[in-house]
């Protein structure tokens, strides 16, 4: 098959057959502009004659719509984003949202303590629609700049001008206390997330709430996400409290390192310590003990995170349901 090289016909061979400027085909072929009917009929004329098809990026430019949704995380280090199972469930269902529309995806690093410059630079650049932020803290929020209003939403918080999509982590943190307290267990530790992001902080309160109210001690140690933060946290609870008989972790990671660690110790799980997670990932159902944990809908939550911003649905908060998972560890 012999292979066509010609030119790509551009913009300025319609114009020239059309005999008018460069910017009268761009208002004629996008709608972005006023011009006379003859003018018109001649660009669409020559445009069709030569095979004329507008480059879809330029013309999104033009109207201001973008080419590509933007999800920026913020955290401490850009390879903490690269290594997060959780960043990849919301980037391949932002993606998959977006591929109806035409849209790109791209994922941006926000530096935990500076990320002022790079929302900067993220209003400015028009060929971003909008950004859906993650793990969103309040200094984010406070650096939401005005140009990015009506194209940022939130998974994580959310402020007056930046709508919130999450999953009810305070009803699945007081469910899961009321599982451990209806099984007997009345010394539960909670091993946390990190202090610094609002978003780990509303189970914390959850938690509290629920094992003040059955007269019991709150016994809370922040950490992270990770299956080391859960090791290192049980060690500590079971050191600082050693009657503990029950350990709530964060996420299922946490938990996971968490049973490791009790059983290490010379303790049985969940005889001794019970111990529950949140998430609900496929591991949860094949470790050993199956793991105690609610669930947390990522890959709803990334979409109606990026459809809201397609749809221009400004809804406040949005909070999708979580289910409690009872398995053997509890």
């Known amino acids: 098959m012999r292979e066509d090289h010609r030119p790509a016909v ?15 085909v761009s208002r004629v072929l996008t709608g972005s502009g006023p011009s006379s009917a003859d003018a018109g009929q001649r660009v669409r004329a020559a445009a069709e004659r030569l095979g004329y098809t507008a480059d879809p990026v330029a013309r ?29 469930r919301v980037v391949g269902s932002t993606a998959q949202r977006c591929a109806g529309e035409g849209l790109g995806v791209a994922l941006q690093w926000l530096p935990l303590g500076a990320p002022e410059p790079t929302l900067e630079a993220l209003a400015r650049d028009r060929s971003v629609a909008g950004v859906v932020l ?23 918080a959310g ?14 943190a007081a469910a899961l206390t009321a599982h451990l307290l209806r099984s007997g267990r009345r010394r539960i530790a909670m091993l946390a997330g990190p202090p610094w992001l609002p978003c780990a902080e509303r189970p914390v309160a959850a938690h509290r709430a629920a094992v003040r109210a059955a007269g019991l001690p709150e016994r809370v140690l922040a950490g992270d996400f990770t299956t080391e933060s859960g090791r290192r946290g049980a060690v500590e609870a079971l050191r600082r409290w050693p ?39 496929p591991l949860a159902a094949f470790s050993g003990p199956t793991l105690t944990t609610a669930t947390h809908p990522v890959e709803q939550i990334a979409a109606r995170a990026a459809g809201s911003l397609l749809d221009r649905d400004r809804t406040p908060v949005t909070l999708f349901p979580s289910e409690l998972v009872v398995r053997q560890s509890a």
Request: charged letters at 20%.
């Open 60 to 88: 999104a430019l033009v109207h201001g719509r973008g080419t590509r949704l933007v999800v920026a995380v913020t955290s401490a280090s850009p390879t903490e984003l690269v290594d997060c199972p959780y960043v990849s």
């Open 10 to 24: 551009t913009i300025e061979h319609v114009a020239r057959a059309a005999g008018v400027s460069r910017a009268t």
């Open 159 to 172: 402020s007056p001008t930046v709508p919130l999509v999450d999953v009810d982590t305070s009803a699945a």
């Open 134 to 156: 993650v793990n969103t803290t309040r200094r984010v929020l406070a650096a939401v700049p005005p140009r990015l209003a009506g194209r940022v939403t939130s998974i994580g």
């Open 243 to 281: 009657d503990t008989d029950a350990l709530y972790a964060i996420c299922d990671e946490t938990a996971l390192g968490a049973i490791q660690a009790v059983r290490a110790l010379g303790r049985r799980v969940p005889d001794d310590v019970a111990v529950t997670g949140f998430d609900d990932l």
